[in-house]
């Protein structure tokens, strides 16, 4: 669409949604066979999910577990990560990534973030290492891979695991190496908004076996062995428990959708890159939007959509904007409000606006627009004319 493009009045009879999961007919036949065959938990196509996404990321090991969060839990409980420890991350992200560290009586310490790509500013890093600090948490912001090679030069120097929540990452890719193998443990999600779901589930991967084994085991009761080997004909009733374990293990209900959705991955990606390119193309050269880069080197799997708006060129400020687009019954969301800003870190760390101007500047002008593979171009379009239709009426 071009600039100065004729605006539509009509508003659209139908709410646009933020989001909405593709499942097809693969999905449903999937699930509809496991509820058949007598085996609905922990089991056959948990394993085929688990080495098909081995096989897609590249990773030596991959064990599916029931959310991210559970994912991120495990990777720190597997790294012995406990109190007195510090784990550092960035404010730039979902409740789940520090309050993870919380569940283990850990400390997470936040770094602001790039003004570029909203992920943790490398150069910011050293700075907050102490002797306490045990690994560096990554998050992928919207599927734009980390500066992994700095942070890989601080973590060695340091002695220092690598987490990567990798929620946004599936599919990203940083000097051609997948998200999920470029630190020690790789964790994913697939929540109904995210790039493929189970309708909750999640995927630990990384390449030590005993790093791995030791994930399995506590992502089921620390129970040397799991349920289909203990009731399936060749099992045996006998085993110990060697971790006090978590409950956090995969159905096979949840990898019926698993694997069909990963067989369609790259489909997804695709058209989000496509849709993505519609919105950049349409915004391009407006000084009332600052839009998101991919840095060289990388591939980006556009989980999120963002615009930042410039609001020295708006007489509306975000929370004006969303309400407007709201009015052209179009859905968005803010990725992120910063965690330190939340009243739990607040109150248990002395947290204050202020303390992250970056992630702060951010989170004033930061709108995710919807970016899904169900949407169409005129959805899109017509996205892209009611942020017209705003900008131009309040431009200043
Ligand atoms: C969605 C998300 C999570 C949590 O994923 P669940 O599967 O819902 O537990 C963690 N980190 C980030 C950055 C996310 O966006």
């Given at each position: 669409?071009?600039?100065?493009?004729?605006?539509?009045?009509?508003?659209?009879?139908?709410?646009?949604?933020?989001?909405?999961?593709?499942?097809?007919?693969?999905?449903?036949?999937?699930?509809?066979?496991?509820?058949?065959?007598?085996?609905?938990?922990?089991?056959?196509?948990?394993?085929?999910?688990?080495?098909?996404?081995?096989?897609?990321?590249?990773?030596?090991?991959?064990?599916?577990?029931?959310?991210?969060?559970?994912?991120?839990?495990?990777?720190?409980?597997?790294?012995?990560?406990?109190?007195?420890?510090?784990?550092?991350?960035?404010?730039?992200?979902?409740?789940?990534?520090?309050?993870?560290?919380?569940?283990?009586g850990a400390r997470p310490v936040f770094v602001d973030i790039e003004r570029e790509t909203y992920n943790i500013d490398p150069?910011?890093?050293?700075?907050?290492?102490?002797?306490?600090?045990?690994?560096?948490?990554?998050?992928?912001?919207?599927?734009?891979?980390?500066?992994?090679?700095?942070?890989?030069?601080?973590?060695?120097?340091?002695?220092?695991?690598?987490?990567?929540?990798?929620?946004?990452?599936?599919?990203?890719?940083?000097?051609?190496?997948?998200?999920?193998?470029?630190?020690?443990?790789?964790?994913?999600?697939?929540?109904?908004?995210?790039?493929?779901?189970?309708?909750?589930?999640?995927?630990?991967?990384?390449?030590?076996?005993?790093?791995?084994?030791?994930?399995?085991?506590?992502?089921?009761?620390?129970?040397?062995?799991?349920?289909?080997?203990?009731?399936?004909?060749?099992?045996?009733?006998?085993?110990?428990?060697?971790?006090?374990?978590f409950k956090y293990n995969m159905t096979d209900i949840q990898a019926s959708l698993g694997i069909h959705q990963l067989d369609?991955?790259?489909?997804?990606?695709?058209?989000?890159?496509?849709?993505?390119?519609?919105?950049?193309?349409?915004?391009?050269?407006?000084?009332?939007?600052?839009?998101?880069?991919?840095?060289?080197?990388?591939?980006?799997?556009?989980?999120?959509?963002?615009?930042?708006?410039?609001?020295?060129?708006?007489?509306?400020?975000?929370?004006?904007?969303?309400?407007?687009?709201?009015?052209?019954?179009?859905?968005?969301?803010?990725?992120?409000?910063?965690?330190?800003?939340?009243?739990?870190?607040?109150?248990?760390?002395?947290?204050?606006?202020?303390?992250?101007?970056?992630?702060?500047?951010?989170?004033?002008?930061?709108?995710?627009?919807?970016?899904?593979?169900?949407?169409?171009e005129e959805d899109v379009e017509y996205v892209i004319r009611a942020v017209f239709k705003i900008i131009n009426t309040h431009?200043?």
């Amino acid at each position: 669409m071009k600039k100065g493009h004729k605006v539509e009045e009509t508003v659209r009879k139908t709410f646009l949604p933020f989001c909405l999961p593709s499942i097809g007919e693969a999905e449903k036949k999937e699930v509809l066979d496991t509820l058949g065959s007598g085996w609905i938990t922990t089991g056959p196509k948990t394993k085929k999910f688990e080495e098909n996404f081995r096989n897609y990321i590249g990773s030596q090991h991959a064990i599916a577990v029931s959310s991210c969060t559970a994912a991120l839990h495990l990777a720190l409980a597997a790294l012995d990560i406990g109190p007195g420890d510090e784990v550092i991350t960035s404010p730039f992200t979902f409740a789940a990534t520090a309050n993870v560290v919380e569940h283990c009586g850990a400390r997470p310490v936040f770094v602001d973030i790039e003004r570029e790509t909203y992920n943790i500013d490398p150069d910011l890093i050293e700075a907050k290492i102490t002797p306490a600090t045990r690994a560096i948490m990554v998050v992928h912001y919207a599927g734009h891979p980390c500066e992994m090679e700095k942070i890989r030069h601080i973590a060695t120097g340091h002695h220092l695991h690598i987490i990567e929540d990798a929620a946004h990452a599936l599919g990203s890719e940083y000097r051609g190496k997948k998200a999920g193998t470029l630190g020690d443990v790789g964790c994913f999600s697939f929540y109904p908004t995210k790039s493929i779901t189970t309708g909750e589930g999640g995927m630990v991967t990384c390449q030590d076996s005993a790093l791995a084994e030791k994930i399995r085991i506590m992502s089921l009761h620390g129970i040397s062995k799991d349920a289909w080997k203990r009731y399936s004909a060749n099992g045996s009733w006998f085993y110990e428990v060697t971790y006090a374990g978590f409950k956090y293990n995969m159905t096979d209900i949840q990898a019926s959708l698993g694997i069909h959705q990963l067989d369609r991955l790259e489909d997804f990606i695709t058209a989000r890159q496509c849709l993505a390119s519609l919105y950049d193309e349409a915004f391009s050269g407006r000084e009332e939007l600052t839009l998101p880069v991919a840095r060289k080197g990388i591939r980006h799997a556009k989980h999120l959509y963002t615009v930042l708006l410039n609001l020295g060129k708006l007489s509306v400020d975000r929370a004006e904007f969303i309400q407007k687009l709201q009015e052209e019954n179009i859905g968005t969301s803010v990725h992120f409000i910063p965690l330190h800003l939340h009243p739990y870190y607040r109150q248990r760390y002395g947290y204050r606006k202020g303390d992250f101007p970056v992630a702060e500047d951010v989170y004033e002008r930061i709108v995710s627009l919807p970016l899904y593979p169900m949407l169409t171009e005129e959805d899109v379009e017509y996205v892209i004319r009611a942020v017209f239709k705003i900008i131009n009426t309040h431009h200043r």
